[in-house]
């Protein structure tokens, strides 16, 4: 049996759950996600918790805890939100957001867009060195995140490119010249 699928998930304050079958809806005071659980998976809400249970821990076994992981985080979302922030380094490396895209420009002949999803919310601080995402979804925010970094991963020579903010970048010593 998983360990983490056997944890109940403790409901925030002014978050409701409404569970039909294999589907699980969380709606809080940010907004509402829905989950379809695997078969063999059930769902059920007790004095403020969400127990996730196993038919046969043999074949879905592998679904139970990622089904309790996956309600928690939209509990947290609909409640907290989530965030990313990503660092910008580099000479003339910058971001500006126009409504819903991110320009970035990287050093390259034209700047790379980046088209902002719906339920996710952008913003540019600091000059535009650094890019803060937003949003209830972990799942995007996480992945619109990773998007813009894989423009320009940093490089452990010099920093330069886009970071997370607290990410260590390990760096290379340079040529060494005799």
């Given at each position: 049996?998983?360990?983490?699928?056997?944890?109940?998930?403790?409901?925030?304050?002014?978050?409701s759950v409404s569970i039909a079958g294999q589907k699980v809806t969380v709606k809080g005071k940010?907004?509402?996600?829905?989950?379809?659980?695997?078969?063999?998976?059930?769902?059920?809400?007790?004095?403020?918790?969400?127990?996730v249970e196993c038919d046969d821990d043999?074949?879905?076994g592998n679904f139970h805890g990622l089904a309790r992981a996956l309600i928690n985080s939209m509990v947290i979302g609909v409640s907290a939100g989530y965030q990313k922030q990503l660092?910008?380094?580099?000479?003339?490396?910058?971001?500006?957001?126009?409504?819903?895209?991110?320009?970035?420009?990287?050093?390259?002949?034209?700047?790379?867009i980046f088209t902002v999803p719906e339920g996710i919310t952008a913003s540019v601080e600091n000059d535009g060195l650094q890019v803060t995402i937003k949003g209830i979804d972990k799942q995007?925010?996480?992945?619109?995140?990773?998007?813009?970094?894989?423009?320009?991963?940093?490089e452990p020579y010099?920093?330069?490119?886009?970071k997370y903010v607290g990410?260590?970048?390990?760096?290379?010593?340079?040529?060494?010249?005799?």
């Amino acid at each position: 049996m998983s360990r983490i699928g056997k944890e109940p998930v403790k409901l925030a304050e002014g978050v409701s759950v409404s569970i039909a079958g294999q589907k699980v809806t969380v709606k809080g005071k940010l907004g509402e996600l829905s989950y379809t659980m695997h078969d063999g998976i059930t769902a059920k809400e007790e004095a403020g918790k969400i127990i996730v249970e196993c038919d046969d821990d043999k074949a879905h076994g592998n679904f139970h805890g990622l089904a309790r992981a996956l309600i928690n985080s939209m509990v947290i979302g609909v409640s907290a939100g989530y965030q990313k922030q990503l660092s910008i380094e580099g000479t003339g490396f910058k971001a500006v957001l126009k409504g819903k895209e991110l320009a970035l420009s990287l050093g390259f002949a034209s700047p790379k867009i980046f088209t902002v999803p719906e339920g996710i919310t952008a913003s540019v601080e600091n000059d535009g060195l650094q890019v803060t995402i937003k949003g209830i979804d972990k799942q995007l925010v996480g992945e619109c995140a990773a998007r813009i970094r894989s423009y320009y991963p940093a490089e452990p020579y010099k920093g330069k490119g886009i970071k997370y903010v607290g990410e260590h970048i390990r760096r290379k010593q340079g040529k060494k010249v005799a």
